[in-house]
């Protein structure tokens, strides 16, 4: 692969991103969020005392970088159980763009999967801030 075809149009975009995704991550992996000032607090919670359904991503990052699973998934289950879905989405969003449009998987795409994810945002939201959730995740 040339130099003059890594760096066309279409891949600086994928570059930036990935350059992006790349800072991220150092930062989520050198900073606890838990600790840091540099992290912003949740506005639902600071406002409600309610749990919005990413209270607790940024600290279920940082424990999963290093490793500390049951750690994240205590912070934030849906967070953790929704990084292999948005990694195939992904994979397959990459798939298919070297596939015809008959071949392609687009139901990531849909109204139905949309609905889906809404309803179960939804429902994850409103059973963290119950007391059902604490007395299995925060013991």
Same mark, same amino acid.
């Given at each position: 692969?040339?130099? $003059? ?5 279409? $891949?600086?975009?994928? %570059? ?59 912070? $934030? ?5 929704? %990084?292999?879905?948005?990694? +195939? %989405?992904? +994979? ?21 999967? +949309?609905?889906?994810?809404?309803? /179960? ?14 007395? /299995?995740?925060? $013991?």
């Amino acid at each position: 692969m040339h130099l $003059n075809n890594l760096f066309n149009k279409k $891949n600086v975009g994928y %570059i930036i991103v990935v350059a992006l995704v790349v800072v991220i991550i150092a930062v989520y992996y050198f900073l606890n969020p838990s600790d840091s000032p540099l992290f912003l607090s949740c506005p639902l919670k600071s406002v409600t005392g309610y749990d919005c359904p990413g209270c607790g991503s940024q600290r279920a990052l940082h424990a999963l970088l290093h490793g500390r699973f049951a750690e994240a998934f205590g912070f $934030n289950p849906l967070f953790v159980i929704s %990084i292999p879905l948005v990694l +195939l %989405i992904l +994979l397959i969003s990459w798939i298919n763009q070297y596939r015809s449009a008959e071949q392609q998987i687009l139901f990531y795409r849909s109204k139905a999967f +949309l609905i889906i994810v809404l309803i /179960i945002v939804l429902l994850f939201s409103l059973f963290r801030n119950t007391d059902c959730y604490h007395g /299995i995740f925060e $013991n």
